[in-house]
């Protein structure tokens, strides 16, 4: 059975004239299916109310829960400084989330759409030999050069290799991949942690990004992997992968709005192509599912 997207949930409640109890209700399970939060949605079904009782016409309701949705959220443009020498966008995430995948959809989108000349991609993800594997093998799909030294080699050696032979070669722009998981958290943090120290050794941190992907899919899951990575090295924008119009897309806005979060990238499919800058406006349109327009999509420069 086709799903009935959470857009088209929201528009059906509204296609009377009546905005009673029931559909107050009714609105609130959805935003909480749409994983907004059980707050959050309590807070925007108050508001709903309120308007409501007031007399309020539908669209005018609309735009109150539009805008307040969409309060907290935020888009960045994350593009590299034309002024520097190599930037590098380090891609964290759990396995599963489309990370790898991700890399190279961010190396297509640099080079093709906004010319950025010199694009490479680190297979820092050495503890899966698959994720070294699927990485080369996106790159010559794309053209695009890998740096890479094979299974259980030290991750923070070949994202220092990307980095020096970017600088020889003049290129512009590493993406490097990274591990998802490993024995124990401390595990992780620890790798991170050092491969933040060599970086930051080798450029300037002003050109140097941490970009975490989230699998839209999981839910709370999605927002926990946030708050981890966030608490252990920081991080400066994410990426909504794997979005369709029925999906639990609504994370981003419990992401953006508690941990500060900007999101930088939207994805929507399998393709290369299906990767777009994340748009405020836009995604409210997939998510509530009507015409809207919230002024908020300012990006904040990356």
Request: hydrophobic share 40%; with cysteine; net charge negative.
């Amino acid at each position: 059975m086709k799903k009935t997207g959470l857009g088209a949930k929201i528009r059906a409640l509204f296609t009377g004239s009546k905005i009673d109890e029931a559909l107050i209700e009714n609105l609130e399970d959805i935003l909480i299916e749409a994983d907004v939060g059980s707050r959050l949605a309590a807070e925007i079904v108050g508001d709903v109310e309120a308007m409501a009782g007031r007399g309020a016409d539908r669209d005018t309701v609309m735009d109150v829960l539009a805008k307040r949705v969409s309060e907290g959220l935020r888009a960045v443009d994350l593009r590299p400084d034309p002024e520097a020498d190599v930037t590098l966008y380090l891609i964290l995430g759990v396995n599963g989330t489309g990370k790898t995948t991700s890399c190279a959809k961010l190396a297509r989108y640099y080079r093709d759409v906004l010319g950025v000349s010199g694009v490479v991609l680190a297979a820092g993800d050495t503890f899966r030999a698959a994720a070294v594997q699927q990485l080369v093998t996106h790159g010559e799909r794309l053209g695009i050069r890998v740096v890479q030294q094979g299974q259980n080699a030290d991750p923070a050696s070949v994202i220092f290799d990307a980095l020096a032979s970017a600088k020889s070669r003049g290129e512009r722009l590493v993406i490097a991949d990274t591990a998802g998981r490993m024995h124990t958290r401390a595990d992780l943090v620890g790798q991170l942690a050092k491969i933040d120290k060599v970086v930051r050794r080798q450029i300037d941190p002003a050109h140097y990004r941490k970009v975490m992907v989230i699998d839209s899919t999981t839910g709370q899951n999605g927002y926990r992997q946030a708050e981890l990575f966030h608490e252990a090295v920081g991080v400066d924008a994410a990426i909504l992968a794997k979005y369709d119009s029925t999906a639990k897309g609504g994370i981003a806005v419990q992401i953006s709005r508690s941990l500060g979060i900007p999101f930088a990238f939207l994805g929507t499919g399998e393709t290369y192509e299906s990767l777009q800058p994340f748009s405020v406006d836009d995604y409210l349109r997939r998510l509530i599912g009507d015409p809207v327009s919230t002024g908020m999509d300012d990006d904040v420069p990356g």
